[in-house]
């Protein structure tokens, strides 16, 4: 039996702690024709620091193959797909497939928990071509990268992966990552799509319900700072600005990424990163061009009325994307059931209308050049 | 669920200049989609320059409508106004909450018929494009250069008489709406548009094409001819574009990447041109100066593959054309503009239509695309990736070594 199962009301859906501390969402989205199975793992308080720069991404290639390397081919042939990724605080899995196909999604999911059995040989491979990946890294990405590492040091390091750290790692490295990140108490199977809420739970307790695993510790809180100094970024263009971002559920976290989405929409050709999560982050406003950002300091009175109401219909619309598919509504369902299990996205819409001309100011200011991390990339 | 959307189109051309307009109703949507398709002139390179300018400048104020009104009605549903500009046409689009349709029509008639086109931001916009980095990979899906020295107001100006013309915009509404209410707004707004007659022009040489870029990344592409749902042998070209490319068991991601190891990046698209979706094999890898030899392989790896082809193959491509089609799976190679995959979202389900619609194939529903593929044998598809990969252009932009 789950130790806490808890229907909430007005949705249907339900959420599932069982003894081990593995974690259940599942959502019945009655609308849409495909089902989404997402096993994700929380990577809070698991090391990380420029010598194993990447290991959990390398990790997370490797797993995705599927013990035998069949998955793929399994899943393709009846129109589905697994795809992973990779973040500062959580490594995903997903499969997607016509509701119908729940069951090989489970399955699916299910072998994804096998123990890692990987050859050095087959390492260094995949260790190359994520080196072919970092080859492609964005603008964005790369300015973000450096405005979260100049903040958060070894904690804010991108979950990309270097060179160096890549070429050091060896499958007994990958599988101790793999055995603590995978622990119960730290993982979640979230389910959303058109299927039957009870049922699908029961099934997913079947496959979570036998893992053991060692006890980790909880994570220990992100801290950043601001850097004194502008951060340097050689061989990229532009210029950004990342905004010290509460978790969310944090009264100044909406009003935050309603200012930078309103700055986004302002700035033109500048992109907001963002990933949704309830630990402390950032908030990265990218630019191609130095010195556009300045505009953030130009602000009158009367540009950040407009602003306001066009951040606060913004910051709305984003909370609806978060759960207007069932890959969407997985995911951010899942992670915040395993950072903070009491939020509910849905409730955050309320929160929206409610932000105040003053907290949205507040917002703006930690993108202004006195409070946010200032970084110029330089060819 | 796409089966019960009440998908309608209207192609009303009883009269000159009455708007071509799709429709798609969907009853649970909570938003209301408008969208213009323009497709580009006949360009030179000045005109590629401008084409992008103008693309820049559209939505920056109308005579009726300051640029901060614009943004600010537009943005009432959460998502903000925008233009997508493609190498051959162009897409205007407002999102407006259910029940604003008409708020939604009025801003696109303004933006359409009467845009302001500043001058001070064309200069801006100019400066912007002309030094713009983009990342190998966007740069790759539009190789070409454009001639930005000398591009003025005027240009803009013009090339915006010649495109924005009452018969050439096709319009699409989605959402919720009632059977009707699409073509009715569109009818509204746009039935008595009249422009003056077009000048004639004359062009320059059209666009060079890219061959190098500063970033350390090379990109390959092997491009074949249009598609579209009335093409002749259309289903089997874009069935094998499924079975190429598309899926971590297509050719691509299992030769180039896995028994190769050439590249993180690899994919096939059907991307949207004014005359269907062309198939396009795209690898994008570190620069290394074997770039000739590395075209080659590519090309000849993925004819080594198609010759082993069996009856799985056939039924995985489809089984992903059916995943992307139906359900807009992540790695859909249908693109509606340069973003990226078509979503499921409203606003890509219209442009489906929409685009359908300019391309002159009628807003097909999705299913029927499906069943024309079906139909495809193994023999049919391995002919078509055959004649696909031996008769599609190259094209290489190779990039600075490190």
Same mark, same amino acid.
């Given at each position: 039996? +789950? ?33 989404? &199975? ?150 979640? &199977? ?93 908030? &990265? ?86 409070? +946010? ?7 | ?7 309608? %189109? ?61 943004? #600010? ?18 897409? %205007? ?29 064309? #200069? ?23 001639? !930005? ?45 009249? %422009? ?18 500063? @970033? ?41 990447? @896995? ?11 059907? !991307?949207?041109?004014?005359?269907? !979706? ?32 069996? @009856? ?39 442009? !489906? #239509? ?49």
């Amino acid at each position: 039996m +789950a130790l806490s199962l808890a229907q909430v009301p007005h949705a249907p859906r339900l959420k599932a702690v069982l003894p081990n501390g593995a974690s259940i969402h599942v959502e019945r989205m009655e609308e849409s024709n495909t089902v989404s &199975v997402q096993l994700i793992a929380s990577l809070e308080g698991i090391a990380n620091s420029t010598e194993t720069h990447g290991q959990r991404h390398l990790l997370e290639h490797l797993l995705a193959k599927g013990p035998g390397k069949t998955l793929d081919k399994m899943l393709e042939t009846r129109g589905m797909l697994l795809t992973a990724t990779t973040t500062r605080d959580y490594m995903a899995f997903e499969v997607c497939g016509p509701a119908e196909e729940l069951g090989v999604a489970l399955k699916a999911v299910k072998s994804l928990l096998t123990p890692l059995e990987v050859t050095p040989d087959v390492v260094n491979r995949e260790a190359a071509i994520i080196e072919e990946e970092l080859a492609l890294t964005p603008w964005t990405t790369r300015l973000s990268s450096a405005a979260w590492a100049s903040a958060y040091g070894d904690a804010g390091l991108d979950p990309l992966g270097s060179p160096e750290g890549l070429q050091k790692s060896k499958p007994e490295e990958l599988v101790v990552v793999q055995r603590e990140a995978f622990t119960p108490s730290h993982i979640v &199977v979230a389910v959303a799509g058109p299927v039957d809420v009870d049922s699908t739970v029961a099934r997913v307790r079947e496959i979570l319900s036998p893992l053991h695993g060692m006890v980790r510790g909880g994570a220990v809180e992100r801290a950043g700072k601001r850097p004194a100094e502008t951060v340097r970024v050689a061989g990229v263009d532009g210029e950004a600005r990342g905004a010290l971002m509460p978790g969310l559920g944090d009264p100044m976290a909406l009003p935050t990424l309603a200012a930078g989405l309103a700055l986004q929409s302002a700035i033109p050709d500048s992109v907001l990163v963002y990933t949704a999560s309830a630990r402390p982050g950032m908030a &990265v406003l990218c630019s191609p061009e130095v010195g556009s950002m300045g505009r953030i300091e130009k602000l009158s009175e009367g540009d950040k009325v407009a602003l306001f109401e066009t951040g606060r219909s913004l910051v709305k619309g984003w909370l609806r994307g978060c759960l207007s598919t069932p890959s969407k509504a997985a995911r951010i369902r899942g992670v915040m059931l395993l950072q903070a299990p009491g939020a509910d996205v849905a409730e955050w819409q309320g929160d929206a209308d409610r932000i105040t001309f003053a907290a949205f100011c507040a917002g703006l200011a930690r993108f202004g050049v006195d409070e +946010a991390t200032v970084v110029e990339g330089s060819r | 669920m796409i089966g019960a959307w009440l998908c309608a %189109v209207a192609l009303m051309q009883p009269q000159p200049f009455a708007p071509k307009t799709a429709e798609l109703v969907d009853p649970n949507a909570d938003t209301v989609v408008v969208q213009a398709f323009v497709p580009a002139p006949e360009m030179g390179a000045r005109d590629a320059a401008a084409w992008r300018v103008l693309g820049r400048v559209l939505l920056l104020g109308t005579r009726e409508f300051s640029r901060d009104q614009v943004m #600010r009605y537009g943005s009432q549903a959460g998502l903000r106004p925008i233009v997508v500009t493609m190498p051959d046409f162009m897409r %205007v689009e407002f999102v407006a909450p259910k029940g604003g349709l008409s708020v939604a029509g009025e801003l696109l008639e303004a933006v359409i018929q009467r845009p302001i086109l500043p001058e001070l931001d064309v #200069r801006d916009a100019v400066d912007r494009l002309a030094g713009s980095n983009r990342q190998a990979w966007s740069e790759a899906l539009w190789p070409v250069q454009p001639s !930005w020295g000398g591009v003025k107001v005027e240009d803009v100006k013009a090339l915006y008489a010649r495109a924005f013309r009452p018969e050439r915009v096709t319009f699409a509404v989605g959402g919720a709406i009632r059977p009707g209410d699409g073509v009715a707004e569109i009818a509204k707004r746009f039935g008595s548009w009249s %422009v003056p007659r077009a000048q004639r022009v004359r062009y320059d040489l059209p666009a060079k094409p890219m061959l190098q870029r500063r @970033e350390p990344v090379s990109t390959f592409e092997l491009r074949g001819e249009a598609v579209s749902p009335a093409t002749a042998n259309g289903s089997a070209t874009m069935l094998a574009t499924f079975a190429l490319g598309v899926g971590k068991e297509g050719s691509m991601f299992r030769v180039l990447r @896995e028994q190769l190891g050439l590249s993180y990046r690899q994919e096939a698209l059907l !991307w949207p041109s004014a005359k269907g !979706w062309l198939p396009r094999l795209m690898m994008a890898r570190r620069s290394r100066g074997d770039e000739a030899g590395t075209a080659k392989t590519m090309r000849d790896a993925l004819l080594g593959d198609v010759a082993t082809w069996d @009856e799985n193959t056939r039924v995985r491509a489809l089984a992903m054309a059916e995943a992307s089609v139906l359900r807009q799976m992540p790695f859909n190679p249908f693109w509606l503009d340069a973003s990226g995959p078509m979503s499921d979202d409203l606003s890509d389900r219209t442009a !489906w #239509r929409g685009y359908l619609t300019m391309v002159g194939s009628g807003a097909l529903d999705e299913k029927l695309l499906l069943d024309s593929m079906r139909n495809v044998t193994l023999d049919q598809l391995q002919a078509a990736a055959k004649s696909l990969l031996e008769r599609a252009n190259a094209t290489v932009v190779t990039g600075k070594r490190q």
